[in-house]
Every structure is written in structure tokens, then in C-alpha cells.
């Protein structure tokens, strides 16, 4: 394989396994390509590498920025805009993580609070409240692992998986 079919390979992959988690596929896509290039690339190499409409790579550079995985990059005597990936993994992950928490989890608290107020008696009230409360033990404690995940440094996190893993 050379490195054109791995850069390839990489991208959709990378595309693919972000969608299965909900992910826009073309923004991983644009992600996936700034990780892998050695050298910042402005939004028209962007369309053109991967074959996007204008429209797309600038919401999807946007995006990317919005979640902290990419940065604008000014270089002396140019007017274009360059983009460049966080190539930190470590700082990936925690800004994915964030990102992710903010919008999916921290939201659903939000509801497990509002409904676990519920009023009533019997099996059916019962049930709920149950069911809600274990869910909510479950969220808060899953808040809390993310909170000092993103908040530890990734020695602290690679000793304590390594343990994990033995």
C-alpha cells in the first residue's frame, strides 16, 4: 500500500467509525485529513482532497474549530485561511469527550431531573421513578468519570488503563 491508499484508507475509516457514533461523517472526514497532513491546508485543498462542496468544508472547518480539534493557521503574506488538526491525542479525546458531554449527556440530567419529580402512586409511578433514579445514579456517576478524565493528564490516565488491563 502507499501512502495515497493509506491516507485513503485512514480518512474513510476515521469517517465511518465517527458516524457510528453520531458524528458527521464528513466533518471526521475533514478531521481525519487535517491529523494526517504534514503541513497546514487551506479550505480549497480541503474541498478539493476531499472532494466537498465549498459549502461543506467551511461548516465542517467551523465545526471542527467549535469543538477545538482544528485551528486557524496564518502564515506571513497570505490572505487565505489555513487549518491545522491538534495533533495532541491526548487533547483530542478530552475535547471530544467535552464536547460530547455538553451536548448529549448534561442534557439528559437536565430531563432525569425534571421527570423524577413525577407525582403519583402505584405500580406504574413506582416503576418509573425506579427505572429514572437508576438512570440518573448511573448519568451522574458517568458526569463525574468524564469530569476528572478530562481533568487528569494522560500519564495519570494511561497508568490507571494499563492496571486496568492487567
Sequence with gaps: ?????????????????????????TMAQVHALLLISHEALTADE???QL?????????????LMDWGLIHKQLKPGERKE?????????IVVRQIITHRKKR????????LEEVSTI????????????????IKMF???????????TKSDSNWFTNVFLRFLK
Excluded at 2 to 17: H, L, V
Design 1 to 25: 500500500m502507499d501512502i495515497q491508499e493509506g491516507k485513503e484508507k485512514f480518512i474513510e475509516s476515521w469517517g465511518k467509525m465517527a458516524s457510528e457514533w453520531g458524528i458527521n461523517r
Design 46 to 48: 480541503v474541498m478539493e
Design 51 to 63: 472532494n466537498i462542496s465549498r459549502g461543506n468544508a467551511n461548516m465542517n472547518t467551523r465545526a
Design 82 to 90: 489555513y487549518f491545522v488538526a491538534e495533533k495532541d491525542m491526548w
Design 104 to 111: 448529549e449527556l448534561e442534557p439528559m440530567l437536565k430531563v
Design 119 to 134: 407525582q403519583g402512586k402505584g405500580a406504574e409511578v413506582d416503576e418509573f421513578v425506579k427505572v429514572v433514579s437508576d
Design 139 to 149: 448519568s451522574h456517576k458517568a458526569n463525574q468519570t468524564l469530569d476528572v478524565l
